[in-house]
T-cell receptor, first 113, second 113 residues
Framework: QKEVEQNSGPLSVPEGAIASLNCTYS??????FFWYRQYSGKSPELIMF????GDKEDGRFTAQLNKASQYVSLLIRDSQPSDSATYLC?????????????FGKGTHLIIQP | ETGVTQTPRHLVMGMTNKKSLKCEQH?????MYWYKQSAKKPLELMFV???????ENNSVPSRFSPECPNSSHLFLHLHTLQPEDSALYLC????????????FGPGTRLTVL
């Protein structure tokens, strides 16, 4: 049974600080990891993906993957009020497992001005 | 139009009605997906199509019937739904179903009376 776990929050972070969002997954065979941002009433929007252990940076966002610990995180530097949203972690088991993505419940992030 | 589009955006139907949701992607992708998003629950994968072939049916009740006439179009036919089927139904597409990033449409907000 594939599971993706996230703390539902809300996670409250002051504007300008670093927001750290965490995700654990149960399936050691998972190969692809994604972070989506979802504003209230809107559909999920892809912001980062990572396939290899280590860090991947894109602007203010850094995704971190540790396959040994089955852990993936998203760091948002210089947090802005517009970053307030629900962040969904998703994993995919490629090459033999089920198609599609398994999503966590999401972490509700609030950036306080 | 670009990206992934869905129609209608909102739908209210009675339990005895028959309706269809439509999804179209303009990204040249070969895989399409239906997800259900209910309040307080993770995104649930319903169906996966890869190169027009259904590759995943996540134990979805038969009152939901998918159709994929070509790689660009995906339908979800609905009949004799229950009030608990009220949710946001999201369509997504990806290059193929082997772990690539997925892009979501805006969703159809469905209410079953």
């Amino acid at each position: 049974q594939k599971e993706v776990e996230q703390n539902s929050g809300p996670l409250s972070v002051p504007e300008g600080a670093i927001a750290s969002l965490n995700c654990t997954y149960s399936d050691r065979g998972s190969q692809s990891f994604f972070w989506y941002r979802q504003y209230s009433g809107k559909s999920p929007e892809l912001i980062m993906f990572i396939y290899s252990n280590g860090d991947k940076e894109d602007g203010r966002f850094t995704a971190q993957l540790n396959k040994a610990s089955q852990y993936v995180s998203l760091l948002i530097r210089d947090s802005q009020p517009s970053d307030s949203a629900t962040y969904l972690c998703a994993v995919n088991l490629a090459g033999g497992g089920a198609d599609g993505l398994t999503f966590g419940k999401g972490t509700h992030l609030i950036i306080q001005p | 139009e670009t990206g992934v589009t869905q129609t209608p955006r909102h739908l209210v139907m009675g339990m005895t009605n028959k309706k269809s949701l439509k999804c179209e992607q303009h990204l040249g992708h070969n895989a399409m997906y239906w997800y259900k998003q209910s309040a307080k629950k993770p995104l649930e994968l319903m169906f996966v199509y890869n190169f027009k072939e259904q590759t995943e049916n996540n134990s979805v009740p038969s009152r939901f019937s998918p159709e994929c006439p070509n790689s660009s179009h995906l339908f979800l036919h609905l009949h004799t739904l229950q009030p608990e089927d009220s949710a946001l139904y999201l369509c997504a597409s990806s290059q193929d179903s082997r772990g690539n990033e997925q892009f979501f449409g805006p969703g159809t907000r469905l209410t079953v009376l």
